[in-house]
């Protein structure tokens, strides 16, 4: 090799590592995000590393979901399904549509999307009726039932076909759950490999918090005497990749006419649930089914409850129980598989 060729070789490495280094440089920093507020008529905390913060993404997906699928948004799609305008399905729609067919199935009917009519009538849904009549409530819950099941809709196409208008379909007992998993893929396609979904207490997870460790999720212990006290939690999970539901019976409630009304509504009956499970944690492959999964549970009790996540194979559950003046937690025997501690 001559003078001149060794100058250029010399000149192109000293070249190849100065564009190494200024690469270096402008690889991006990443940083602990914190994203919170209300959303859905309950509160979101959102946390993540990424490159910046995602805070108008997030929003934007809250947005596109609240267009499909709230039940209080009078332009959304959900809403002209119920209120019988025509109208094209989207792809969340569909999503939600065909994971509350699999759980409907799953559950023997306890879970159910056509249930809204019954909610209303026992004044937990969007339309709240009077308290109703001792005297007429047995002949106005056979009244109801007759369009409430999910054998009364079906999906053809981009459209829903009811075989009564009176049908009204309700995605709230797997709308916290399928936002969460929206978020969470909003989060991953911004690169985002730690994170922590969190609305209204159903949590998508994954990868580790700011201090390196896996991130700490809570279930809350039932206040059975509902005196207001500070609420305690049960146990504290430590996870890095889970999706997660809660369902309880122990807040939304209300006493008439001498007995308990949880705002759990079984669909195949028409009326309250009453046994002795007060909350049922879940945990499945997406948050979404988790949802659906924990409502299921409150409809159909502990011991019916164990026997459809077993049937599940991609779930488990933790279920506090109330046994005499106690709390009993009950788990599925592959609970252990899906938390860390």
């Not at 209303?120 to 308290?131: E, S």
């Not at 999910?150 to 196409?157: S, W």
């Not at 009811?162 to 009204?168: G, H, I, S, Y």
């Amino acid at each position: 090799m001559t003078a001149r060729q060794r100058t250029i070789s010399a000149l192109l490495g000293i070249g190849i590592c100065a564009a190494l280094i200024w690469g270096l440089d402008e690889a991006p920093k990443l940083s602990y995000y914190h994203n919170q507020g209300k959303v859905f008529g309950t509160y979101y905390n959102i946390r993540y590393e990424a490159a910046a913060d995602l805070e108008d993404s997030i929003q934007a997906a809250f947005t596109a979901f609240d267009n499909s699928l709230s039940l209080f948004n009078p332009h959304s799609i959900l809403s002209a399904i119920n209120d019988n305008r025509d109208t094209l399905t989207n792809a969340s729609f569909e999503t939600m549509w065909a994971e509350a067919e699999r759980v409907h199935a799953l559950s023997g009917g306890a879970f159910d999307i056509t249930v809204a009519p019954l909610v209303n009538y026992w004044g937990f849904g969007k339309k709240v009726k009077p308290n109703p009549d001792p005297s007429l409530k047995g002949r106005e819950v056979d009244s109801l039932r007759q369009f409430v099941g999910f054998e009364k809709v079906q999906l053809i196409g981009h459209k829903v076909v009811k075989a009564d208008p009176r049908v009204q379909i309700d995605g709230g007992a797997v709308a916290k759950g399928q936002a969460c998993d929206m978020i969470a893929e909003v989060l991953r396609k911004n690169g985002c490999t730690n994170y922590l979904v969190d609305i209204g207490g159903e949590v998508v997870a994954h990868g580790v918090n700011d201090k390196g460790n896996p991130w700490h999720i809570g279930i809350t212990k039932p206040n059975l005497n509902n005196d207001g006290a500070q609420e305690e939690l049960q146990e504290i999970l430590a996870v890095s990749d889970i999706c997660m539901a809660t369902s309880g019976n122990y807040r939304n409630f209300y006493y008439a006419d001498g007995e308990r009304r949880s705002h759990t509504i079984d669909p195949r009956t028409g009326y309250p649930v009453q046994h002795s499970l007060l909350s049922a944690t879940v945990v499945s492959s997406t948050c979404m089914r988790a949802d659906a999964l924990a409502t299921a549970c409150m409809v159909l009790g502990a011991d019916k409850a164990l026997e459809m996540i077993e049937r599940a194979e991609d779930a488990a559950c933790y279920f506090i129980v109330a046994q005499n003046d106690s709390l009993v937690v009950v788990t599925s025997p592959n609970w252990s598989d899906f938390i860390t501690k």
